[in-house]
């Protein structure tokens, strides 16, 4: 285990650290020299790249040491595999590369696709890919409501959708459906979402998803649970799990990838009777998003500048 599976597992929940046995202590030459410091930069310059999240689209950013931890565990999770994600506006795919690039990582996906119909999205992970020359990550704007058609099937697909407080979990199991889609039916997949022990609805998601996911014939493989905290100012609180999701042996495609219309599945997407309107969201004018927009502020100035004006 690496120095990040070592934080990670020690802020991985107050009941693991109830229950679990006091840690073998290992030669110190077993253990994989991670730079957290490394780490942490790198991660900080993915988030500086990265768009302001649309809460209407139920865009809502992972906190940044999540991120990652997180990043470490799914890079370690498809390490040498194809890995598709079915939105990211956490960034946490660029984040996988850029950790690989920059040597922090030694092991992750052969490749990487963004999948996201915020074009703002694809741009910054094709705006950083190309300035890092990372080679194996790129994004595609796409609409989940659209049929998913790759030229190669993904061997993983990671998606962290809107979490379907107000239908039970449907949202999710869209983009479950298109993750499934894109393994060619026979692959294995991510899902994030909310796991709380004191609210009712995100153990109703989690029953509701787990269940679309046999109906598919995948089993869940693993669960970690209450692991990542969000910018989310309203249930600063709220956690999510990673759910693990595996195809059963044998499985097949029972057909090609179609678009999603029926409105049952669609009336309360971003949460209650807000049904997907929006094809895609389009990139106004190409930001610079490290700095702070000129709409933003404005300059009051001290006398001998309000002089130096006129
Ligand atoms: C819904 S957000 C979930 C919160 C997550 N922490 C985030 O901000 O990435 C995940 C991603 O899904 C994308 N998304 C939302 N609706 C979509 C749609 N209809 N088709 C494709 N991607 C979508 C968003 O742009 C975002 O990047």
């Given at each position: 285990m690496g120095l990040l599976g070592w934080v990670r597992d020690l802020m991985s929940g107050e009941d693991a650290a109830e229950v679990a046995p006091p840690p073998k202590p290992r030669p110190p030459q077993e253990r994989r020299r991670v730079d957290l410091r490394k780490a942490i930069n790198a991660v900080s310059d993915v988030v500086q790249n990265r768009p302001r999240p649309l809460r209407v689209f139920d865009q809502i950013h992972m906190k940044t040491g999540d991120m990652v931890l997180q990043s470490e565990t799914i890079a370690d999770w498809s390490d040498g595999k194809r890995l598709a994600f079915i939105g990211d506006g956490d960034a946490i795919s660029v984040c996988i590369a850029y950790l690989q690039a920059r040597g922090v990582?030694?092991?992750?996906?052969s490749q990487i696709t963004v999948f996201d119909f915020d074009e703002r999205t694809v741009e910054a992970v094709m705006n950083f890919a190309d300035r890092e020359r990372i080679t194996n990550l790129d994004a595609r704007l796409y609409n989940v409501l659209d049929a998913i058609e790759p030229d190669r099937p993904y061997a993983c697909f990671y998606t962290n959708p809107p979490w379907g407080a107000s239908n039970n979990g449907e949202s999710v199991n869209v983009f479950v459906q298109r993750g499934i889609e894109v393994t060619g039916h026979v692959g294995e997949g991510v899902v994030v979402i909310a796991d709380d022990d004191d609210l009712p609805w995100p153990k109703e998601v989690l029953a509701s998803v787990q269940g679309f996911a046999a109906r598919h014939r995948f089993y869940v493989s693993r669960m970690q649970r209450k692991l990542h905290e969000y910018h989310l100012d309203d249930a600063p609180e709220l956690k999510s799990c990673n759910l693990y999701l595996a195809a059963l042996p044998g499985n097949a495609s029972p057909g090609p990838s179609l678009p999603i219309t029926d409105p049952l599945r669609l009336e309360n997407f971003y949460g209650l009777s807000q049904p997907p309107t929006v094809r895609y969201v389009r990139a106004r004018k190409r930001l610079d998003y490290g700095v702070a927009h000129e709409d933003e502020y404005e300059l009051e100035l001290l006398e001998s500048g309000r002089e130096r004006d006129h």
């Open positions: 990582l030694d092991f992750g996906p």
